[in-house]
């Protein structure tokens, strides 16, 4: 990834994670807050708003690439979430992977699209002052979807400067953004606004047009402090989704063609948030409360005239949601017998409402028939403890109990689906920190997580199409995990880390191709490897290499095949960077990731796909500047996404035919932004 770099610590205590009961004076140099003694486990670490500013990005959601080993793609209209991958999982559009922003939870559990649904376009990449990221269900503050890892985005409460931007590109790209602060009473008030563009390289234009609005008071220091947010977005776009193979391959459809060129959809979302951090010389308070209301009218057809030969099979999901939440903790500070020792509680509730929830046949977006409606109440409460002691200078351990209790309500307009569900885990977390040793520390963690199934799930009785018999879903699927690893900065300049770790899921969560959506299935077992490197060549060169490498297979036979469709194996990133050569700036990352098994038994495999992006940039003076960004450097012809599944185009038999569904990755484009500050 680009301009990652190690951190320079000026004066650290060693296990500087632990560093709630000490002061100490921690300077940050470079991207990454992340050295020796900042952190619980090797794969745990943070990103600074630098390197945000210095990495092009070809959408919003690739905020989410900047954690090592993520990789972000997208199968439909870029207003629709992105397709995320990581640790051996096709996460599709969230599951397992949880993302918050200023505390307040982007999945979106019971979706009309995909359980644990992650749209990131409500966010303005400028106003994001830190990412802290996690993987592995090691940790008691993180709940549902965390299996996989966690995001933790907050926005800054203060920019060192005012600015005004526009960038221009190829395909009718224009992307117009105003950031900036101001003193206001005793705190500071932080505003942005974007208004964006984009028709893509598809042969139908894309017409995703969006804008979003950011208006933040905060008040205090870091230490003691409050924020509240308020947030909105609106977008609408035609989507380009995966499409067969075989219709490329024959000339009948342009690589950037589509099936069905009514597909498409419209979002909005409005929030609103609070949070609140309280430090004594013994106790740290942090709160936080939000409440958001969105709306998603999403049209889909990706097996064309597979079920209905006549119409075709496009369909309507729509929701309408108002959620709101809390998360309080408490944290004391203390000596036992000699030895540093903290204790925290803390309480997360979230309740979701939905009304309608729904999922329609139609075409070219009319409507034909309703397969089923909804409305549904979810709430949920998580409560934990964790203590941490710091037995010596070189060990430090870190022991938590987490307790989530949820209730799933549904009311359907298919009877016998309709009900109410209660269900409750209960996950233990245990983390072993040694070290440092000649500025290396090493890491053992094991802990254990969950993800909630849709809630139309743990009542179903009939299946909405068919009206055929089937049996409720789990409501909590367990998750199981550990990981040994190890950071050293040794060599001058290097920051290198390292994770051996393993995965075992109850159920997992795998794409339906005739459906549209994802199913619960097979449980499965992951494992791998991952080797992070950033180092700081000098002063205005930065160099980074990501490598990972992992397995996935289900955990009961079935002749079916034992493979986990879309679980992905190798992943690299390198990237270089250079800042403030004069005037001149200029970034490059590679990424990488390899074959897929694409259905169970291995038979059929997705291609690889690399793809390198680059940037050149230009200080005329203190106010004025300019970069140039070049997406799909290489013009290399690959794939975003790919899916094997049966569908039928017209003249094929009944039954459809087994293919390669895949989305292309858009091909070489440059864009051009001009910036002033004011």
Do not use: C
């Amino acid at each position: 990834m680009i301009g990652k770099s190690l951190v320079a610590l000026v004066a650290m205590v060693p296990l500087a994670a632990f560093s709630e009961t000490v002061d100490t004076t921690v300077e940050v140099r470079g991207h990454y807050d992340n050295g020796v003694g900042t952190s619980g486990a090797a794969s745990q670490g943070a990103v600074t708003a630098e390197l945000i500013a210095n990495r092009p990005a070809l959408r919003a959601g690739e905020l989410l690439e900047f954690v090592p080993g993520v990789i972000v793609t997208q199968h439909s209209g870029d207003g629709k979430a992105n397709q995320y991958f990581l640790r051996g999982f096709n996460l599709d559009h969230g599951t397992d992977f949880a993302t918050f922003v200023d505390g307040m939870p982007v999945n979106m559990r019971t979706h009309a699209h995909g359980q644990g649904y992650t749209d990131l376009n409500f966010l303005i990449p400028e106003l994001v002052d830190r990412i802290n990221y996690k993987k592995g269900p090691y940790y008691a503050d993180e709940g549902d979807f965390a299996s996989a890892g966690a995001a933790h985005m907050t926005l800054a409460n203060k920019l060192k400067e005012n600015t005004a931007s526009v960038t221009v590109g190829e395909n009718q790209y224009i992307r117009s953004v105003v950031t900036g602060s101001t003193p206001l009473g005793a705190g500071n008030l932080v505003y942005g606004a974007e208004l964006g563009h984009n028709n893509g390289p598809w042969v139908e234009p894309e017409a995703f047009h969006k804008s979003l609005g950011v208006l933040r008071y905060s008040q205090g220091a870091s230490d003691d402090q409050f924020s509240v947010t308020g947030m909105f977005y609106k977008g609408a776009w035609y989507a380009s989704n995966q499409i067969p193979l075989r219709a490329v391959q024959s000339g009948e459809l342009d690589p950037y063609g589509a099936i069905d060129t009514s597909d498409g959809g419209a979002t909005s979302r409005y929030s609103l948030s609070a949070t609140l951090r309280k430090r004594t010389s013994d106790t740290l308070l942090q709160a936080n409360a939000y409440l958001v209301q969105s709306s998603l009218m999403l049209y889909n057809d990706f097996t064309y005239f597979l079920d209905d030969p006549v119409n075709g099979d496009q369909s309507r999901q729509t929701e309408k949601r108002r959620l709101g939440g809390f998360d309080v903790a408490q944290t004391w500070f203390s000596h036992w017998g000699g030895l540093d020792v903290s204790n925290k509680v803390g309480v997360q509730g979230r309740y979701d409402y939905l009304s309608p929830l729904a999922l329609h046949a139609t075409r070219n977006q009319q409507t034909l028939r309703t397969i089923s409606e909804s409305r549904v109440q979810e709430g949920s409460v998580g409560a934990y403890l964790e203590n941490t002691v710091q037995w010596r200078d070189w060990l430090r351990t870190t022991a938590g109990l987490r307790y989530d209790r949820y209730r799933f309500d549904v009311d359907s307009n298919i009877a016998e689906n309709s009900g109410k569900v209660s269900a409750g885990t209960t996950s233990p977390k245990v983390s072993v920190v040694l070290g440092p040793w000649a500025k290396t520390e090493f890491f053992v963690n094991y802990g254990e997580g969950f993800h909630s199934n849709d809630a139309r799930g743990t009542t179903v009785h009939l299946t909405p199409k068919e009206r055929e018999p089937i049996d409720p879903v789990t409501p909590l699927v367990k998750t199981r995990g550990a990981e040994i690893g190890a950071r050293t900065e040794f060599l001058p300049g290097l920051q290198s880390s390292v994770a051996v770790w393993k995965l075992r899921s109850d159920s997992e969560l795998v794409f339906s191709g005739d459906a549209g959506d994802t199913s619960a299935s097979r449980g499965s077992y992951r494992s791998g490897i991952e080797w992070n490197n950033h180092y700081i060549a000098n002063s205005w060169l930065l160099f980074d290499l990501d490598l990972a490498y992992s397995r996935a297979h289900y955990t009961e036979h079935d002749e079916a095949g034992d493979y986990i469709p879309g679980a992905i194996g190798k992943v690299a990133s390198f990237g270089a960077t250079i800042t403030d050569l004069g005037p001149w700036s200029a970034a490059f990352q590679m990424r990488y990731f390899g074959p897929r098994p694409l259905i169970e038994d291995n038979s059929v495999r997705s291609a690889t796909t690399a793809i390198a992006y680059a940037r050149v940039g230009y200080k005329f003076n203190r106010r004025w500047s300019m970069q140039l960004d070049a997406f799909n450097l290489f013009d290399r012809k690959v794939s975003d996404v790919d899916y094997y599944y049966a569908s039928r185009l017209p003249g094929e038999p009944a039954e459809g035919v087994d293919d390669i569904h895949y989305h292309p990755a858009e091909r070489r484009s440059f864009r051009m932004t001009v910036k002033a500050v004011f």
